[in-house]
């Protein structure tokens, strides 16, 4: 199964449901096994990766119902790095 082809699957179930406009959130693709739950299709490389999410923006924005898409810094947060907390 091609990678757009794994979150075309739930954009076609959430439309059917909702019958609303879509907008998308942190849907992208892990790099490594480092990387937050690596769910779905795990690219092997950032030249892959990118290719992947080129791939969902082209096909996802020829969708009727789709209007827009924002994308979530925490996925690329690898779990190797230390961070504080604000608080």
């Given at each position: 199964?091609?990678?757009?082809?794994?979150?075309?699957?739930?954009?076609d179930?959430?439309?059917?449901?909702t019958?609303?406009?879509?907008?998308?959130?942190?849907?992208?693709?892990?790099?490594?096994?480092?990387?937050?739950?690596?769910?779905?299709p795990?690219?092997?490389?950032?030249?892959?990766?990118?290719?992947?999410?080129?791939e969902?923006?082209?096909?996802?924005?020829?969708?009727?119902?789709?209007?827009?898409?924002?994308?979530?810094?925490?996925?690329?947060?690898?779990?190797?790095?230390?961070?504080?907390?604000?608080?």
């Amino acid at each position: 199964m091609r990678d757009h082809q794994v979150q075309e699957l739930g954009l076609d179930r959430w439309s059917k449901i909702t019958n609303k406009p879509l907008i998308n959130d942190d849907s992208s693709f892990t790099i490594t096994d480092s990387m937050p739950r690596p769910y779905g299709p795990v690219a092997d490389n950032l030249k892959q990766r990118a290719d992947w999410t080129n791939e969902f923006f082209r096909k996802a924005f020829e969708r009727q119902e789709f209007v827009n898409y924002h994308y979530c810094g925490l996925i690329d947060a690898s779990n190797l790095v230390p961070y504080k907390l604000a608080y």
